[in-house]
């Protein structure tokens, strides 16, 4: 049997009833938190944990691969001051950190995605700016390190241009207490690095989305013809910056439950989900979050349920 016991570091976001997270209470202490963005194989981001263990880290990271990696490293060090987060960058910084928080945030060498029709990728914009303006504590920095120079031009030129940050000169090949596997590697060959360091000078309140969790559902008094469950196949509705599309609707046996499934999508950040809807009394249906899957209640997750619940209702 496979050993899996290392697989008990990562933190389930979804599972948490209140956003943004209270990290002194995960952490079960209060420490200073930094969080490296992307960590990788988890080598940068241990070291840096075993470096301060007086402080309290987090990776965010979207490759399972990564997550397992990172998780081999923290159970052979028996380290305490880590619990990493599989999730999107861009959505995890912004809804699960309190205002002036973080003390640090570092992305080592993050895919600079060269090509112009790959730019929004990039996780560097100005939206990114502001959270890390709302998330990082004041005259706190975040540090962004490339082997790309034009990438960490970009990047000085976005927080040159933010009333939110001072930004210093960028720093060719600068001396580093801890540096990544490849970065040593690169180092031997002279292959160049940059740097760059912002530093927070004004605090900015963002936007954030997870601001109830609570499970929304919606009750239909009146029969639902089977046919009338099956043509939301293919629906698909849009308010403001949120849509969902039901892309397949599947019926168990007893033709008394169907679970609809569901890509539902806030801004950039898409979840796909399961909606269930089933009898539950007489002339009397249920449409509900399905238990299997633990999305996070975002407005476009809530809308579906309750679009389709008000669909059928008409029907």
């Given at each position: 049997m496979a050993k899996t016991y290392y697989l008990e570091y990562a933190i389930q976001p979804q599972s948490f009833g209140c956003y943004p997270l209270a990290w002194e209470e995960l952490f079960q202490r209060a420490a200073p938190l930094a969080v490296e963005v992307g960590f990788g194989n988890g080598e940068y981001l241990v070291n840096w944990a075993r470096q301060r263990p007086d402080w309290n880290f987090t990776g965010i990271e979207l490759s399972m691969e990564s997550m397992e990696r990172l998780q081999k490293r923290i159970h052979k060090h028996s380290l305490a001051n880590i619990c990493p987060i599989l999730e999107d960058a861009r959505f995890a910084l912004r809804e699960?950190?309190?205002?002036?928080?973080?003390?640090?945030?570092?992305?080592?060498?993050?895919?600079?995605?060269?090509?112009?029709?790959?730019?929004?990728?990039?996780?560097?914009?100005?939206?990114?700016?502001?959270?890390?303006?709302?998330?990082?504590?004041?005259?706190?920095?975040?540090?962004?390190?490339?082997?790309?120079?034009?990438?960490?031009?970009?990047?000085?030129?976005?927080?040159?241009?933010?009333?939110?940050?001072?930004?210093?000169?960028?720093?060719?090949?600068p001396p580093r207490e801890l540096a990544t596997k490849y970065e040593?590697?690169?180092?031997?060959?002279?292959?160049?690095?940059?740097?760059?360091?912002?530093?927070?000078?004004?605090?900015?309140?963002?936007?954030?989305?997870?601001?109830?969790?609570?499970?929304?559902?919606?009750?239909?008094?009146?029969?639902?013809?089977?046919?009338?469950?099956?043509?939301?196949?293919?629906?698909?509705?849009?308010?403001?910056?949120?849509?969902?599309?039901?892309?397949?609707?599947?019926?168990?046996?007893?033709?008394?439950q169907y679970l609809l499934q569901v890509v539902a999508k806030d801004k950039t950040y898409k979840q796909s989900i399961h909606i269930l809807v089933y009898r539950h009394g007489k002339n009397r249906w249920l449409v509900k979050l399905d238990s299997t899957v633990q999305p996070y209640r975002t407005p476009a997750v809530k809308m579906a349920v309750w679009k389709i619940g008000e669909i059928l209702n008409q029907n």
């Open positions: 699960f950190f309190p205002d002036n928080s973080v003390h640090h945030v570092i992305m080592n060498f993050p895919d600079p995605w060269p090509k112009e029709r790959h730019q929004n990728r990039r996780l560097l914009d100005a939206q990114f700016i502001e959270t890390l303006a709302a998330v990082l504590r004041e005259d706190h920095y975040y540090e962004l390190v490339s082997d790309q120079q034009w990438y960490a031009e970009d990047a000085h030129q976005l927080f040159d241009e933010s009333p939110y940050f001072v930004v210093e000169k960028i720093e060719q090949n040593k590697k690169w180092q031997q060959i002279g292959r160049d690095s940059f740097r760059v360091l912002a530093r927070k000078t004004k605090s900015i309140q963002v936007n954030r989305i997870l601001k109830d969790s609570t499970m929304p559902h919606a009750i239909i008094e009146k029969e639902i013809p089977e046919a009338a469950i099956k043509s939301l196949t293919g629906f698909q509705h849009r308010e403001d910056d949120r849509i969902f599309v039901i892309k397949n609707v599947f019926n168990h046996l007893d033709k008394e």
